[in-house]
């Protein structure tokens, strides 16, 4: 969707591999389990740094290093200044009208920005306060989602110039994370108010019945956040557009209808093939340790 708030000049490119983009998208999720230094990319713990957290953090990397380490940066995220290194990035790509580092970064970032607007992906809490709460991550993010994406407007407006990168990140953390009390505030209560054996179910995925919310819970769940998810995948969308053409101006605006019809090297699509082959290699899937 963030593809259609692009100008003309852009959009016709993306049009054009808004299949790639789509498929490689998860890609980043894929190299969470199988690249180490790749799951910390993905979410910032930012509860970790104090009670106003957002007061004593550094924004530039090199000052956060100096207060904090990079060490302890990189066990409690680094994603909003990943999303400024992929920024970087991609304005190179389109600087060199490299069609195959224009897609590859353009979908990845679109990823982890995707992350900034997950308010779980900004707390040290982020699959539950306590044991009864342990899954509410996938509840919010992929059970809602599954359940009701497909009646959410996603029309946003036209991308938008971004004067500083780094700082929207930041911004876009900070909107996600006041909004983690209200999740669990919300989960907290329908848990006590509804009764147990409606709070779970089995359903069919593939071959196999697995345990999940119910439908009844989820509903329960979506109508007390009031729309919740629905903004929190608007901005998103418009967010991944406006990064996706602050980099294309930066890089001094280049001519993208005559790389429209360019195709993928061999080179790039070896590299994918790799990739997949590494993915595929993964027999299980390891999450990030709970902290309590």
Not at 27 to 44: F, K, L, N, S, T
Request: one cysteine or more; aromatic letters at 12%.
């Amino acid at each position: 969707m963030a593809v259609f708030t692009l100008p003309p000049e852009m959009i016709g490119f993306f049009k054009h591999h808004i299949e790639y983009v789509t498929e490689r998208s998860v890609d980043p999720d894929r190299r969470a389990h199988a690249v180490v230094g790749e799951a910390q990319r993905h979410y910032i713990d930012i509860d970790h740094f104090g009670e106003n957290p957002f007061d004593s953090m550094p924004r530039r990397w090199n000052d956060a290093v100096e207060k904090y380490t990079e060490d302890t940066l990189q066990k409690y995220g680094i994603l909003p200044w990943h999303v400024n290194v992929m920024m970087h990035r991609l304005t190179r790509a389109f600087e060199d009208e490299d069609v195959d580092r224009i897609l590859y970064n353009a979908t990845h970032i679109g990823h982890y920005i995707s992350d900034l607007c997950t308010p779980l992906h900004s707390t040290k809490y982020y699959n539950g306060r306590t044991p009864e709460q342990r899954g509410i991550h996938a509840l919010w993010e992929s059970r809602l989602v599954e359940l009701y994406a497909d009646t959410y407007n996603y029309f946003v407006g036209r991308a938008e110039y971004i004067d500083s990168p780094l700082d929207r990140a930041w911004e876009l953390v900070e909107e996600s994370h006041a909004k983690v009390d209200t999740i669990y505030m919300v989960f907290d209560s329908l848990m006590v108010n509804l009764p147990s054996d409606v709070v779970y179910a089995h359903e069919m995925r593939g071959q196999s019945a697995q345990m999940t919310y119910s439908r009844t819970f989820s509903h329960a769940m979506h109508e007390a956040m009031k729309g919740m998810v629905e903004r929190q995948m608007q901005r998103a969308v418009k967010s991944v557009g406006d990064f996706w053409y602050t980099a294309w101006v930066n890089a001094g605006q280049p001519d993208l209808y005559k790389l429209e019809r360019r195709s993928l090297s061999a080179a790039h699509r070896r590299q994918l093939e790799r990739e997949d082959r590494q993915f595929e290699q993964i027999r299980q899937i390891e999450e990030r340790p709970n902290p309590r």
